[in-house]
């Protein structure tokens, strides 16, 4: 448990930070420019459950046993979705929103009845929604850290085969790429990034989390290198203060600070973006003049 | 006591489903453009502004604090949707987000300094603990709460049968409602303020998240069995009140919070009316997809039999399997059970040669075919 912050800590909080935040990107990018991210939000929720079920199995939330759990119980949830749009009487969305809050209150059931039931579990809720890096051992940041630099190797030596995923899925299919495998596969790869994120950042903050920083850094950046990046970057930086602002204030849970902290760097990156166009209006006024 | 304890939040949560289903219903039919799940968690900001001002968890400013937060929150959702490339979809999960956390910080400051625990605000059931009661010259009339939810009922009951025409053509062909002349942004402005005063008040009862399953569950169980909205409405709201019984039984056998068993109740039948209803379910649907193709192959193969057989010998109708399969690009299997299903349905025959050949019935079936 980090209680006080030695040079040590701060070195492993600057390496989780910067894994997490390429590994979260890398994700983020993907999915948001597939225009998929409800997959995000219910993959979010429904891995949770894996939590959920080491609790109550096992009797500890370690990271790889969340992981173990959360696969195969996320691609059941993924295939529950897809016999639901298989009737195709209602929109992909709202099917997406019921499964999330289905993954939820399964999450509570299980959560409660542990709550009420066994007495050596202390379950606290805020802990597991919104996140809290005060609860990790110095051996298990490493874990998360190492994962999270295999899926950024991984993904930046297949980024072509993603830039196909992303733009043309019949081209990844004509160089003989099986789509169905390569997307299970990113599937798979985004529920392990979510674990990891979702224990420091809180399940509820997950999906915005990953989300928030490829949105913004779309409107500044013209090429997907760039954004992977730069987005990359401002999670990297908001992971970092998020963290130590956290370590720092303890009344408030980690997924909370990181997310203000998110916040404040997209409100002044928009003012920055506002203040150019301005200038840029008033230079084309002026031209024409 | 007005009514017994056990009744009251029975009837709370009766109250509450059957609120929740009246919009759910709306929102399926609508498309649901934004997620309930979302709105709870922007309700949360004005929850936390309300709870700032009144310092406990259940009462009606935090009701009408957290109304006017989704109302502003979805016009600026809106604003940013007209004016950036960004999706309704991911401007709801972000904004939400932001508010959430913002809310959360609020909110702590002010358990910090009241000792009450957030984790309620999150899991619900906060009714239950009201202490707000309506007593009048001594005689205790029930908790606010049931005032709270039968109020709400009544008033999405009011503003759907007021709208109701509305919604169907609405929902039915937009178009055409602008064409009739009629204010669309009126209309989604009730949707948005039902929306809004039911995840609001709701919340005390489910908690920010859960809020979503009961308000989109029991329409999307219903959707499999009705078509009309009207019906959906009402069959909705009769499956809220049974559903809401067996959770308050289940929960109490089990010693589980209410909510959460109610939850799982609605998603295990959700669950097994998407597989299993009949006509609309999951595998009812692949069953007779199964038979439609089946019979498009049975029709293809007579079609082929008799073309193959005019070309060849005119009158004597013959093909080979093989020639079936290799021209249809079907597999030899395949073709076998086809053939062996126009058999037994007694449409063709195999000769002494071994040859297929159509039967009366067969070639009658054919020309019928040809004939439409």
């Known amino acids: 448990m980090i209680n006080i912050l030695t040079t040590a800590d701060i070195i492993l909080i600057i390496q989780l930070s910067v894994a997490l935040g390429i590994a979260t990107a890398i994700n983020g990018v993907i999915f948001s420019l597939r225009d998929e991210t409800r997959v995000i939000t219910l993959v979010t929720y429904s891995s949770s459950i894996g939590n959920a079920l080491a609790l109550f199995f096992v009797g500890a939330t370690a990271f790889y046993v969340n992981m173990l759990l959360a696969i195969p119980v996320v691609l059941f949830i993924l295939a529950i979705s897809k016999a639901i749009e298989y009737s195709k009487k209602v929109s992909k969305s709202i099917i997406t929103t019921t499964m999330t809050t289905v993954s939820f209150a399964i999450i509570i059931v299980l959560l409660s009845y542990i709550d009420r039931n066994f007495e050596t579990h202390q379950i606290n809720f805020t802990m597991y929604l919104l996140g809290n890096i005060r609860l990790f051992e110095s051996k298990e940041i490493n ?82 290198l760039q954004l992977f990046i730069f987005s990359s970057l401002l999670s990297s930086v908001s992971l970092f203060v998020g963290i130590y602002g956290s370590l720092l204030m303890p009344l408030f849970s980690t997924g909370v600070v990181i997310i203000l902290t998110l916040t404040f760097f997209v409100l002044l990156l928009l003012g920055y973006k506002f203040i150019i166009n301005k200038r840029m209006i008033k230079k084309n006024i002026l031209k024409v003049m | 006591m007005f009514l017994l304890g056990q009744l009251e939040i029975i009837l709370i949560i009766t109250l509450a489903l059957s609120a929740c289903s009246i919009v759910g219903s709306i929102l399926i039919f609508q498309g649901a453009p934004y997620s309930p799940s979302s709105i709870g968690r922007i309700s949360t900001f004005g929850f936390s502004i309300g709870f700032l001002y009144s310092s406990t968890l259940s009462s009606v400013p935090i009701i009408l604090f957290s109304i006017i937060t989704i109302l502003l929150a979805q016009k600026l959702i809106k604003k940013l949707c007209e004016k950036t490339t960004i999706s309704e979809g991911v401007l709801y999960i ?98 948005s303020v039902m929306v809004s005063i039911t995840v609001a008040s709701t919340i005390q009862v489910t908690g920010s998240f859960i809020v979503s399953l009961f308000i989109l569950g029991i329409p999307m169980i219903t959707v499999y069995f009705v078509k009309r909205i009207s019906t959906l409405v009402i069959s909705a709201i009769a499956i809220s009140t049974s559903v809401s019984f067996a959770g308050y039984s289940i929960a109490k056998i089990l010693n589980i919070s209410i909510v959460s068993v109610t939850a799982a109740i609605i998603s295990s039948l959700l669950i097994l009316s998407a597989f299993l209803a009949p006509e609309r379910g999951a595998m009812a649907l692949f069953f007779s997809n199964r038979i439609d193709r089946k019979n498009i192959m049975l029709t293809d193969l007579l079609n082929y039999i008799y073309e193959a057989g005019q070309i060849s010998q005119p009158n004597q109708y013959q093909a080979i399997t093989e020639d079936i399969s290799d021209y249809m690009n079907w597999n030899l299997k395949y073709t076998t059970k ?30 019928l075919i040809n004939n439409r």
């Open chain 2, 94 to 191: 972000i904004i939400s987000t932001i508010l959430f956390a913002i809310g959360l910080v609020i909110m702590h400051i002010q358990t910090v300094n009241n000792f009450i625990t957030t984790d309620k605000i999150f899991t619900g059931e906060l009714v239950y603990t009201i202490i707000n009661r309506i007593t009048i010259s001594g005689y205790d009339f029930g908790s606010v709460s049931l005032y709270l939810f039968s109020i709400l009922l009544l008033i999405n009951i009011v503003l759907f049968v007021i709208n109701s025409n509305s919604f169907k053509i609405f929902f039915v062909d937009k178009t055409y409602y602008l064409n009739l002349n009629k204010n669309t942004e009126l209309l989604e402005l009730v949707i």
């Open chain 1, 143 to 224: 874990l998360i850290f190492y994962i999270s630099m295999i899926i950024a190797i991984v993904s930046t030596l297949n980024i072509n085969r993603i830039k196909q995923y992303i733009f043309d899925k019949h081209y990844l299919i004509t160089n003989n790429l099986k789509y169905n495998i390569f997307n299970l596969l990113l599937i798979i790869q985004l529920i392990i990034t979510v674990i990891a994120s979702s224990q420091i950042v809180g399940i509820v903050f997950a999906p915005g989390f990953i989300i928030l920083p490829v949105i913004i850094i779309k409107y500044f950046v013209k090429s997907l």
């Open chain 2, 338 to 367: 086809i053939i062996k299903l126009a058999s037994v349905k007694e449409l063709v025959f195999t000769d002494t040669n071994g040859f297929l050949q159509l039967t009366e019935t067969g070639i009658k079936q054919v020309n």
